[in-house]
């Protein structure tokens, strides 16, 4: 009865390669985000998605690609990792646009570049 | 653009005793949601608290209360007798209320936390 969930919690991997990490929710929400917390605890939105659109692409590197199949699960991707790459991802829902919904998060998945 | 301080990187607090944790923020905006989020050990984000910036009144759940200071632009959260399961980091966040079309708006802006430990 998990309401955001993400897969895989831990990712260890190559610089070079490319790895995906999906997420689901199962609130109902409209909306989507992924979130990238670094290794001081900073906090930061990376992308949003409502109704399956993309409607805040922070500045970002093209590596990064968020991808939606439909409104209940939003999946990132990542081409080219990197020793940067390294962090904590969170995805996040909320029942819509507007600034008065509350955002619920997953668990997150810690990336590991070597 | 919109900025969240947290100015206490940790704080420590005695079992069952009081601890406020500061938040300050900077917006030219009138309309707009404040927000506290713990984040364990384990990682997850669990939302704390939350304040329209509409409402006068200081938000309160069980143990958690803010002080919602508009004018100064401060919305600190105290948790009342504090338990163990209170270690965590806590950030404090913002979001304008508008809809969020593209830019900054809409998004969850987030301060730097702050460590909170309790000592048993």
């Known amino acids: 009865d998990t309401a955001v969930s993400q897969t895989p919690k831990y990712l260890v991997t190559q610089m070079g390669n490319d790895k995906s990490i999906k997420c689901e929710q199962n609130?109902?929400?409209?909306?989507m985000y992924w979130y990238k917390q670094d290794s001081k605890k900073f906090l930061k939105i990376m992308f949003s998605y409502n109704n399956k659109e993309l409607i805040i692409n922070e500045t970002v590197p093209n590596r990064f690609s968020p991808k939606s199949p439909d409104k209940a699960h939003l999946n990132l991707h990542i081409n080219s990792l990197e020793l940067g790459d390294s962090a904590v991802y969170f995805c996040?829902?909320?029942?819509?646009?507007?600034?008065?919904?509350?955002?619920?998060f997953g668990p997150g998945t810690r990336l590991l570049v070597l | 653009a919109q900025t969240v301080t947290q100015s206490q990187p940790e704080m420590s607090v005695q079992e069952a005793e009081t601890v406020t944790l500061s938040c300050t923020y900077d917006?030219?905006?009138?309309?707009?949601?404040l927000f506290w989020y713990k984040q364990p050990p384990s990682r997850q984000m669990i939302l704390v608290i939350r304040?329209?910036?509409?409402?006068?009144q200081n938000a309160t759940e069980n143990r958690f209360s803010v002080n919602f200071q508009k004018a100064a632009k401060s919305f600190s959260l105290k948790i009342s007798d504090s338990q163990l399961g209170d270690a965590a980091m806590y950030f404090c966040a913002y979001r304008s209320a508008g809809l969020s079309y593209g830019g900054s708006q809409g998004n969850l802006i987030f301060g730097k936390g702050t460590k909170l430990s309790v000592k048993p």
């Open positions: 996040a829902s909320s029942l819509g646009l507007a600034g008065r919904e509350t955002q619920y």
């Open positions: 304040q329209e910036a509409y409402k006068q």
């Open positions: 609130l109902g929400h409209d909306t």
């Open positions: 917006t030219s905006e009138s309309d707009y949601y």
